[in-house]
């Protein structure tokens, strides 16, 4: 395995658009496989968790899988948990029928009391007053300094 530095399109996170820059890469030298090098997987979730939660836009079908997913939660438990039916949270995870704007906010104040610590809650609630577009125009890019930020807290842990 080649360890190099680079940019890599993480789409194995289940999401479109999210960029690791920067980011230690192996690659391996008889397929030419490409893999980033990941903290933990549930610190990198909730961190990229908390990124979703605080975007000023609509969450998409992939978003919505990705929290619910990272919640633990079934369809028909997440469905139960915001009051709708099963087959609705499956027309949003699906992109057959977008998200109502109560829904989403249940959906992300649920991942940040369950998943974030208790100030993200403030800071969620912050950036819902921005809501303004029906779609995200942005995509995540995520830098080597979070990387290191996050290994760093793990290492502290061990």
């Known amino acids: 395995m080649e360890k190099r530095f680079g940019d890599y399109h993480f789409t194995e996170c ?36 908390e990124q979703l939660v605080r975007q000023e836009s609509r969450l998409n079908g992939n978003e919505i899988f990705f929290l619910r997913k990272a919640l633990g939660l079934t369809g028909a438990k997440l469905a139960e948990r915001l009051g709708v039916q099963r087959v609705e949270v499956s027309r949003w995870e699906n992109d057959r029928q977008p998200i109502s704007f109560h829904s989403d906010f249940q959906l992300r104040m649920e991942v940040a009391e369950r998943l ?39 290492m502290a842990v061990a």
């Open 14 to 49: 289940g999401l479109d658009d999210v960029y690791l820059k920067d980011w230690t890469l192996y690659k391996c030298g008889n397929c030419d496989a490409e893999m980033p090098l990941l903290p933990d997987p549930d610190d990198f979730t909730a961190w990229l968790a």
């Open 116 to 154: 974030l610590s208790p100030e993200h809650v403030a800071e969620v609630m912050q950036a819902l007053r921005r809501y303004t577009k029906d779609t995200r125009v942005k995509t995540i890019t995520i830098e080597s300094v979070v990387h290191r930020e996050l290994v760093r807290e793990e």
